[in-house]
């Protein structure tokens, strides 16, 4: 597992502080970590170059303060849309949308619509809507 030297505490930090956040709160997101990139991962979405993932499991707030540190601001909406029973948190202008189930609002899906957050064609893992 490699491990980014200056990227590393600050992600660290963040996560820390993310698991500590009430569940079905969303806290504020620290300023945009330099040097992070999020890339698709199967059980989720890994940080780079930390080697570490933002898991699928994860509660949601955890989830959400990972992501908007890492883009550099908070979704620009979390609810759940009619017809799905999953809850989704939305970064539009990045085509992301992160996906929570369940009364404890675990992470179990992603959607990269358009190749603005993670480079090709449209992508997915886990359960979307």
């Known amino acids: 597992m490699r491990s980014g030297r200056a990227a590393g505490p600050a992600l660290a930090v963040c996560l820390a ?6 569940a079905g709160t969303v806290p504020p997101p620290l300023p945009p970590a330099r040097g992070l990139s999020l890339l698709p991962a199967a ?8 080697g570490q993932e933002i898991g699928f ?6 989830a959400i303060t990972a992501v908007a540190r890492v883009l550099g601001r908070p979704p620009d909406a979390v609810a759940t849309p009619p017809g799905c029973s999953l809850a989704e948190a939305d970064w539009a202008r990045e085509g992301l949308t992160l996906y929570f189930e369940g009364r404890d609002a675990r992470f179990v899906g992603w959607r990269a619509g358009d190749g603005r957050t993670f480079p090709g064609e449209p992508r997915t893992a886990g359960r979307t809507c």
């Open 57 to 62: 499991g994860r509660h949601r707030a955890g």
């Open 43 to 50: 059980q989720g979405i890994d940080v780079a170059p930390t």
């Open 17 to 22: 502080f993310a698991a500590c956040a009430p």
